[in-house]
């Protein structure tokens, strides 16, 4: 158990909705990254919030956005779904900042289906 | 250019013995990590070891070790005596740079590990 919990588990959406996910990081820890993994690929990194700002961001469109509050929980929104967005959604989260090992730890992940 | 490889995309193994995962990674930084995780079918990804560029000592935790060959660009895991519950999907991700602008994981594209009673 990572105490990393990612909502809802499973999620099926039509093209052209709008999806939120949700992630509760693990106490003590301000960092919270987002990935998406396509199916039989690795992970690819979306984002990443410090402290509620964003701290970096991977080769996504702008309809990928992302919130972070101050009990450092984080938001995933995707506007406009498309058909490839359809995938397993990860929440890891990270000390953050000045911590060179800085583990990330993940939740179960949000598997997203876009008919 | 893969930044990270990992060429073995399927691996059977015997219950008991140990299997070696290949990963090699590409990187012009001085400072970077290695990282192991093990993704079960459930999707959860289960941290397993971490290795620094400047650490001196292959890292171990308990059953898993890194054979980590600095000037080969080669981190691969080590499972010893493996055990039925080690069959998954297991992927090598390297951070490149320690400073507080590097954040993310790159990753390979895995290998999967099944473990044969």
Redesign the interface.
């Known amino acids: 158990e990572?105490g990393v919990t990612q909502s809802p588990t499973h999620l099926i959406k039509t093209r052209g909705q709008q999806v939120t996910l949700r992630c509760s990081s693990q106490s003590g820890h301000n960092?919270v990254?987002w990935?998406q993994q396509a199916l039989g690929?690795?992970?690819?990194?979306i984002f990443?919030y410090?402290r509620e700002e964003e701290?970096?961001r991977?080769n996504f469109p702008p309809r990928f956005s992302g919130l972070q509050f101050p009990n450092y929980s984080s938001e995933l929104n995707v506007n406009a779904l498309e058909l490839d967005d359809s995938a397993?959604y990860?929440c890891?989260s990270s000390l953050g900042?000045?911590v060179?090992?800085?583990?990330?730890?993940?939740?179960?992940?949000t598997?997203l289906s876009v008919l | 250019a893969q930044k990270i490889t990992q060429t073995q995309p399927g691996m059977f193994v015997q219950e008991k013995e140990a299997v070696t995962l290949d990963c090699t990674y590409d990187t012009s930084d001085q400072s970077y990590g290695l990282f192991w995780y093990k993704q079960p079918s459930s999707g959860e990804m289960i941290f397993l070891i971490y290795q620094g560029s400047y650490d001196e000592q292959n890292a171990t935790e308990g059953r898993y070790s890194l054979n980590f060959q600095k000037a080969r660009k080669s981190a691969n895991l080590v499972i010893s005596a493996s055990q039925l519950g080690d069959s998954a999907m297991y992927f090598c991700a390297m951070r490149e740079g320690l400073g507080d602008s590097n954040y993310q994981l790159i990753w390979g594209a895995g290998t999967k590990l099944i473990i044969k009673p």
Not at chain 1, 41 to 45: K, L, V
Not at chain 1, 100 to 108: D, L, P, S, T, V
């Open positions: 990572t960092t990254s990935y690929q690795g992970p690819q990194f990443q410090y701290n970096g991977g397993l990860l890891a900042r000045g060179a090992k800085n583990i990330q730890y993940f939740g179960a992940g598997r």
